[in-house]
């Protein structure tokens, strides 16, 4: 099984900063990496696939990059509503497909 | 645009059999990867499995052993089984589908249900 390891545990910045979220996996999953958001009572809502692909209606403040083992989503000048759980899933071909443990972006 | 709502009940007892269904509206069941994913109270996303629109399925090899996922295309639906269920599998219970794209993502989840394992 690929772990998926996410850093920092928590995060907290103030509004209009920026966000730099790590993921990194237990082995090569190529560019099959995802991002999500997910608040309280809410299903997850996918922001970035294929590592750089935003999803749609996803505003452009996210963006994610890396490949292999390496990936960041970044969250550019930071909002009230962006606080939330983002979690990071590869889907490369070796099963299961698997998600980080999370990281909490708190808005000061 | 694709909508998921699912069914079932919320409290299974021990040694018995999870049982929940995700209705498809507004899209097609004949394309994509349907997917199963659960949460455990306060934690982390666990991928369960998917049925694919030709009928093939893949699952979890943690969950294998105990894990059946069907579709009926004439009701537009998909439904998830776990067999033997314990306390470890109480936890939020998610439907999921890419729509447009024939990858393992997600962008359209059904509402969740909270399935407690009690007796």
């Known amino acids: 099984e690929i772990v998926m390891t996410q850093s920092p545990a928590t995060l907290s910045v103030f509004p209009g900063e920026r966000a730099t979220l790590s993921c990194r996996a237990s082995q090569y999953v190529s560019s099959n990496l995802a991002w999500y958001q997910q608040k309280p009572g809410q299903a997850p809502r996918l922001l970035i696939y294929?590592?750089?692909t935003r999803a749609t209606g996803i505003p452009a403040r996210f963006s994610g990059s890396g490949s292999g083992t390496e990936f960041t989503l970044t969250i550019s000048s930071l909002q009230s509503e962006d606080s939330a759980i983002y979690y990071c899933?590869?889907?490369?071909?070796?099963?299961?497909?698997?998600f980080g443990q999370g990281t909490k972006l708190e808005i000061k | 645009q694709v909508q998921l709502q699912q069914s079932g009940p919320g409290l299974v007892k021990p040694s018995e059999t999870l049982s929940l269904t995700c209705s498809v509206s507004?899209?097609?069941?004949?394309?994509?990867?349907w997917s199963w994913i659960r949460q455990p109270p306060g934690k982390g996303l666990e991928w369960i499995g998917y049925i694919y629109y030709t009928g093939s399925t893949t699952y979890n090899p943690s969950l294998k052993s105990r894990v059946t996922i069907s579709a009926d295309t004439s009701k537009k639906q998909f439904s998830l089984k776990l067999t033997s269920v314990t306390a470890t599998d109480t936890a939020v219970y998610y439907c999921?589908?890419?729509?447009?794209?024939?990858?393992?993502?997600?962008?359209?989840w059904g509402q969740g249900i909270l399935v407690t394992v009690s007796s």
């Open positions: 999921a589908v890419k729509d447009g794209g024939n990858d393992l993502t997600f962008d359209h």
């Open positions: 294929y590592a750089s």
């Open positions: 899933q590869q889907y490369n071909d070796w099963l299961p497909y698997t």
């Open positions: 507004g899209g097609s069941i004949s394309h994509y990867y």
